[in-house]
């Protein structure tokens, strides 16, 4: 009874409104669920604690096994895969008529860059730099999901991640903990919006906690070894952050950490989450994450699931432990009731706050979703933030292209349109997805353009079939390779200049996607290598969901455009990239590096005692540079930006001030564009050693050809705190670095000292 006590209260937590609007809603809601948790049995509190997953076709849901059985029977609190109006209304009535309490479900589903419009991947939207943008995504897929029927979404993902063999990189935001926590907070709002009960908001779902993205050599669902420093510096804010922001549920994770799996961690789930961070929400599992940790080798299925439940999980995605063990752990006595209340409690609460119990329908109505999806913003918002999102990573002058060129596309990927949506496109359907052929046609009707397709998308026949009965619809061409490649080279001898798309397909990365080797599929490289043996100027259009290794394309193309999945309106971002109707103003969030063997490769990396230089014993491959091929931050433009040198309000400061640092920057080129200006430091003495860069800031900086405009970023104390050797957060004297720049390894620097 005591630990119900004690989590009731952190329940109670203020965040946000008013404390006094807050306490009496919050005392509301309290009555409200105390009398309806009165009437409930312990079989009906355990079944709220139940997330099947169920299919459906057009018509409606395709019931597992006993779901349908389950919902009236007050077995199921929720279920996830079932959207459209009619799907969802169906279901929702059999629990409204038919269940003896008549909880409404609740509807989840994996809305991850957009539900039916599809935004690009997670990892293109961060390279967008654009937080107003990101939040306006996740805005327009909260309205679109509920116009389906959902209320509770599968996002944000926030896994900090340093390690591209893994293939879920594609999900995240990538390397950085400062720009992934700001991103963290966007998708939050946008998602919830400022009232749960409005019928556009979901609840949204920060994953998967905690520190999935540190899995050992990118080999997914592998465990996490990792110090307390480390997650506290480098891999935990960002799911702060969001509970900050006031996340109404977070999903824990399939990986152990430090020998105690995600699912089972009491730590993590309640010491840290709840109780160091308040957060008073629901946690749900991963699918079937309690089912594993029989596999993890934790427990039988009465102890896995006990220790779940213990540990903080409310709900129990798929594995349907809880509704078959929970009641015979309580008649055992092996299992305190109070901690099955607290669980269905936190369910329940989840659905008052969405409005769920005064309408749980929430105006679900075909109307309204004919209006909202796919709607001209919808698809305009799409347009926008696929163009911001591709990153210009090398230009010899190649681009951008002129329409009064000879150009020949050659590729697999020019026409292609299975893979522009990416993975984690849930309700997305690639079939609405503009391809780049199509949008060329339709901007330029009389052109000058010839294609070759080049070769397949891969020719590898197993990876083939370990993809395609996931979707990837790969169909060999009937012709060889070398014909493909004999009309490729032909088409390009008798262009000026020649672009290849080529890339991933999306199945190669995502969830279960990693990959030991990220260069492209060999039979792509043979591609490249002919058409650059035609001394023709080969500009590179990349498709694919991770940092790839590309030496041998940086060093012979004339350009390379990163494009990521860029969703449905792929096809005429990259057109209007191409011929510069956008001038690219994408950056990284992750580092690319020159060869696998330099992985985990990121820029906020220690000095070391030896840090590289020419001397033979200082911490260097003899094989390699130690710098990525590009960087952190990098991204270029048509046009160029100077920088200033930066102008320091002070150089010495008291732990009190602010500090402003001023830059000017001038668009040196011919065009109008967009430069994100990149502010990092570097804490030169600590009781701790320091990274030799952290980002803390970021402005976006529209000029003119020729335009200058000073900027001003303003650093506070907080700013330059970190964990202490006694784990304490806060700052300590000393000399400062603080870098401006275009990206992290190209900056203007300046010293400042604390005292
Ligand atoms: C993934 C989650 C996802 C869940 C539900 C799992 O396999 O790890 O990210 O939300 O499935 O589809």
Redesign the pocket.
């Known amino acids: 009874m005591k630990l119900y006590k004690v989590v009731l209260a952190s329940c109670l937590v203020v965040s946000g409104l008013g404390a006094t609007a807050q306490t009496s809603k919050n005392a509301k809601m309290d009555a409200y669920i105390k009398g309806l948790m009165a009437k409930m049995t312990l079989d009906e509190k355990i079944g709220q604690l139940n997330l099947p ?1 169920i299919g459906f076709d057009v018509t409606g849901p395709i019931l597992s096994q006993g779901v349908e059985e389950k919902i009236e029977q007050g077995l199921v609190g929720g279920v ?2 079932t959207y459209t109006p009619v799907a969802v209304r169906k279901l929702q009535e059999l629990a409204l008529k038919k269940s003896r309490l008549k909880i409404p479900l609740l509807f ?3 809305v ?1 860059h957009g539900h039916r419009t599809i935004f690009p991947i997670p990892l293109g939207l961060a390279a967008t730099w654009d937080l107003p943008l990101i939040q306006k995504t996740a805005r327009a897929a909260a309205d679109e999901a509920t116009a389906d029927g959902l209320n509770w979404v ?2 944000p ?1 926030v896994d900090i991640a340093r390690d591209p063999r893994w293939g ?1 990189v594609s ?1 995240g935001s990538g390397e950085d903990t400062w720009l992934g926590s700001k991103i963290a907070v966007a998708m939050v709002k946008g998602y919830q919006g400022n009232d749960l009960r409005k019928d556009d908001a979901v609840l949204a ?1 920060v ?2 906690f905690a520190l ?1 993205g540190a899995i050992e050599s990118g080999r997914d669902y592998n465990v996490v070894d990792m110090s307390e420093r480390k997650m506290m510096e480098t891999y935990l804010p960002p799911y702060k952050a969001a509970v900050d922001a006031g996340v109404a549920t977070v ?1 824990s ?2 990986n152990e950490i430090n020998g105690v799996p995600a699912a089972a961690n009491h730590w993590l789930l309640t010491d840290l989450l709840r109780k160091k961070w308040g957060f008073n929400g629901m946690v749900a599992t ?2 079937t994450a309690i089912m594993e940790l029989m596999n993890h080798g934790v427990g039988d299925a009465a102890e896995v699931s006990k220790l779940a439940l213990v540990a903080g999980n409310d709900m129990d ?1 798929v594995s349907d432990l809880y509704i078959t063990q929970l009641k015979k752990l309580v008649q055992a006595k092996k299992l305190d009731v109070a901690v099955i209340d607290l669980a269905c409690r936190r369910v329940l609460e989840s659905k008052y706050r969405l409005g769920l119990f005064d309408d749980p329908y929430r105006n679900i109505s075909e109307a309204r979703a004919q209006k909202n999806i796919m709607n001209a913003e919808k698809l305009d918002l799409a347009k926008q933030a696929a163009e911001k999102s591709i990153v210009l990573l090398k230009n010899d002058n190649a681009l951008p292209l002129k329409a009064g060129q000879k150009i020949a596309f050659v590729g697999p990927m020019v026409k292609d349109q299975r893979d522009l949506i990416g993975n ?1 496109s849930g309700a997305g359907d690639w079939k609405k997805a503009v391809t780049f052929w199509d949008a060329l046609q339709a901007q330029y009707p009389d052109n000058n353009f010839t294609y070759a397709k080049g070769c397949n998308v891969l020719d590898n026949q197993e990876l083939i079939n370990k993809l395609n009965p996931h979707g990837a619809e790969i169909v060999l061409d009937s012709r060889t390779p070398q014909q493909m490649i004999d009309e490729a080279v032909a088409t390009a001898k008798d262009a000026d200049v020649v672009v290849a798309f080529v890339g991933e397909t999306f199945g190669m990365s995502g ?1 279960a996607a990693s990959r030991s080797d990220i260069t492209l599929p060999q039979n792509q490289q043979t591609l490249l290598k002919a058409l650059r043996a035609t001394g023709k100027p080969v500009v590179l259009v990349l498709m694919n969901g991770r940092p790839l290794v590309l030496q041998w394309e940086n060093d012979n193309m004339a350009a390379i455009v990163e494009t990521w999945f860029a969703g449905t309106k792929a096809g005429d971002a990259i057109t209007d990239v191409l011929f510069g109707k956008y001038n690219p103003s994408g950056k990284l969030t992750m580092t690319f590096p020159r060869s696998v063997g330099q992985i985990p490769l990121y820029y906020s990396a220690k000095n070391t005692g030896r840090p590289m230089s020419e001397e033979k014993y200082t911490s260097k491959y003899l094989d390699i540079p130690n710098t990525p091929l590009y960087a952190f931050g990098h991204g270029l433009s048509y046009t160029t930006f100077g920088y200033s040198d930066i102008k320091l309000s002070k150089t010495t400061i008291k732990a009190t001030d602010n500090l402003q640092a001023t830059v000017t920057i001038t668009n040196t080129g011919k065009y109008d564009g967009e430069e994100t200006a990149q502010l990092y430091i570097r804490d030169m003495i600590g009781s701790v050693t320091r990274p030799v860069k952290e980002l803390k800031g970021f402005q976006k900086v529209f000029l003119k050809a020729g335009e200058s405009k000073t900027i001003t970023f303003t650093l506070t104390n907080n700013d330059l705190k970190f964990y202490d050797i006694n784990m304490k957060y806060t700052t300590e004297p000393g000399d400062f670095k603080l870098f401006i720049g275009t990206s992290s390894a190209d900056v203007k620097e300046a010293a400042f000292k604390l005292l």
């Open positions: 997953s996830f895969n989840g589903y994996d991850i599968f996002s993902m879920r999900e779902c994953k998967h999935y999903m994770s399939f991963d699918y995605m984690w969830e």
